[in-house]
């Protein structure tokens, strides 16, 4: 089993959405994770409901920092950000650290469903806003399941994770 943490600036929405995504999706092959560089403590209501009413359970769900995963958590073989750079947000960096080893790291962005407002104010969004956030998430949710994790290098796994976002970002023309 491949340990994934999804990483985003406030852990509310995109980050949990992905994470969920995947438990889902994959278990006993992927452990999905969260976590935020300044998390905002809990999760999004609006994330919360979405996942609820595509049926998921939602629960054991929170808000929280990336340093949690820095104290004894289980080794993490990709961390993806899910922060949309196009927005000017900050996304979080996931430091290098002997106890985890090498990660993949990759990079899918997305919008805010929640909004921003361009002094970088959070704003509540819109249903729908979360439900594009989602629909994105989970086509490159579903492109990662797509490959032979087993039969790639840990580079050639990186390349395609890597590729997955960024063929995103040609589709839509955001990050």
């Given at each position: 089993?491949?340990?994934?943490?999804?990483?985003?600036?406030?852990?509310?929405?995109?980050?949990?959405?992905?994470?969920v995504?995947?438990?889902?999706?994959?278990?006993?092959?992927?452990?999905?994770?969260?976590?935020?560089?300044?998390?905002?403590?809990?999760?999004?209501?609006?994330?919360?409901?979405?996942?609820?009413?595509?049926?998921?359970?939602?629960?054991?769900?929170?808000?929280?920092?990336?340093?949690?995963?820095?104290?004894?958590?289980?080794?993490?073989?990709?961390?993806?950000?899910?922060?949309?750079?196009?927005?000017?947000?900050?996304?979080?960096?996931?430091?290098?650290?002997?106890?985890?080893?090498?990660?993949?790291?990759?990079?899918?962005?997305?919008?805010?469903?929640?909004?921003?407002?361009?002094?970088?104010?959070?704003?509540?969004?819109?249903?729908?806003?979360?439900?594009?956030?989602?629909?994105?998430?989970?086509?490159?949710?579903?492109?990662?399941?797509?490959?032979?994790?087993d039969?790639?290098?840990?580079?050639?796994?990186?390349?395609a994770?890597?590729?997955?976002?960024?063929?995103?970002?040609?589709?839509?023309?955001?990050g």
């Amino acid at each position: 089993m491949r340990n994934v943490l999804f990483l985003c600036t406030a852990n509310s929405a995109r980050s949990i959405l992905a994470e969920v995504i995947l438990r889902d999706a994959a278990p006993g092959r992927f452990a999905a994770y969260s976590a935020g560089s300044t998390p905002r403590g809990v999760p999004n209501p609006l994330a919360l409901q979405l996942l609820a009413a595509k049926g998921h359970v939602i629960d054991d769900l929170s808000s929280k920092s990336w340093e949690v995963f820095a104290r004894g958590a289980p080794t993490m073989h990709a961390v993806i950000t899910v922060c949309d750079n196009a927005r000017g947000e900050s996304c979080p960096i996931w430091p290098m650290n002997a106890a985890f080893g090498r990660p993949v790291q990759a990079h899918w962005g997305v919008p805010d469903p929640a909004g921003v407002t361009p002094d970088g104010t959070h704003v509540d969004g819109d249903m729908s806003s979360f439900e594009t956030a989602y629909a994105r998430l989970s086509d490159r949710v579903a492109r990662m399941l797509a490959l032979d994790e087993d039969a790639m290098t840990p580079r050639e796994w990186g390349d395609a994770l890597i590729a997955i976002g960024r063929e995103a970002e040609g589709a839509t023309g955001h990050g």
